[in-house]
DNA sequence: CTCCTGAATCGGAATGGTTCCAGTTTAGTA
DNA sequence: TACTAAACTGGAACCATTCCGATTCAGGAG
């Protein structure tokens, strides 16, 4: 998943690619994988001091419509967002010591059963893990 | 999970009774299963008109320090509160026509795999699935 | 290249959920 | 009944997010 990619997508959707737009795929590109908006307009700024916090979330929106961006609610209640290319997914494990988000390669989806289909399609779904990462086990004395 | 069963669990801690905490309670006991802070102090008011969101909010972090109550973001934003009885738990099926929630008895934990001990001891989970209810598909028509 | 129009941006104000705080009240105990 | 730590109150503070009116701009047509 590149800027071009991303940059065709938009294209095919008929929106305009102004160069906030492409300072905030830069910087979820290049920047540390979880952001929250506050960190992503400060990325931005650097480039353009004048973005808004308006611009920005109302991009993060287009992007998530786009299944390009996803959000995720961290256990402290952050709300960081991620580049994803489309239907692909992964998960995450919060460490509940330093705040880390360590990838899961596991998804539970292929086991789910229990809900009957008149009852309730399924569209989506959110897997999250919490716990202790390998440093802040060590610091917990367990 | 009655009303004397949590009383029971706070008196064991040496935490005091207060006729505001006992219609918190209540609260959640008698009202629909997932409320927001907000719902929760409107039906704490009709009791006590002076009850504080400080106290509904000091109350129910609380609760869920004891595990006896847990909090769940939903798709729309809101954050709900549900009593619960300690370590059981099931997980929900949030519905993005009407945001109804359906219990799901499916618990995905049983299947995980793939985070190595060294790396990551899990503590806790959370796991949501989005789609559409009966009637909402059915409104939808598909 | 210039003009045009809807899309996008900007800055600041408003919103809304949650938390903080200083002062007051109260549950439980001796 | 008196004491003390816990809990409550009301309102201010906080902070992420959204809204809004005015302005600018990207992309397409001529």
């Given at each position: 998943m590149?800027?071009?990619?991303?940059?065709?997508?938009?294209?095919?959707?008929?929106l305009n690619l102004t160069p906030q737009r492409q300072e905030i795929l830069r910087a979820l590109l290049e920047g540390p994988p979880h952001q929250t908006a506050?960190?992503?307009?400060?990325?931005?700024?650097?480039?353009?001091?004048?973005?808004?916090?308006?611009?920005?979330?109302?991009?993060?929106?287009?992007?998530?419509?786009?299944?390009?961006?996803?959000?995720?609610?961290?256990?402290?209640?952050?709300?960081?967002?991620?580049?994803?290319?489309?239907?692909?997914?992964?998960h995450h494990a919060l460490c509940l010591g330093c705040g880390k988000a360590v990838d899961a390669a596991f998804?539970?989806?292929?086991?789910f059963r229990g809900l009957p289909d008149e009852e309730f399609t399924v569209t989506g779904h959110s897997f999250k893990l919490f716990g202790y990462c390998g440093n802040c086990r060590r610091g917990r004395g367990e």
């Amino acid at each position: 998943m590149d800027l071009d990619e991303v940059l065709k997508v938009l294209k095919a959707r008929g929106l305009n690619l102004t160069p906030q737009r492409q300072e905030i795929l830069r910087a979820l590109l290049e920047g540390p994988p979880h952001q929250t908006a506050a960190e992503i307009l400060q990325r931005v700024r650097r480039r353009f001091p004048s973005v808004s916090f308006d611009t920005v979330y109302r991009n993060l929106h287009l992007l998530q419509s786009l299944n390009l961006v996803s959000r995720t609610h961290f256990a402290d209640g952050d709300t960081r967002y991620e580049l994803c290319a489309g239907p692909e997914h992964h998960h995450h494990a919060l460490c509940l010591g330093c705040g880390k988000a360590v990838d899961a390669a596991f998804c539970p989806m292929p086991y789910f059963r229990g809900l009957p289909d008149e009852e309730f399609t399924v569209t989506g779904h959110s897997f999250k893990l919490f716990g202790y990462c390998g440093n802040c086990r060590r610091g917990r004395g367990e």
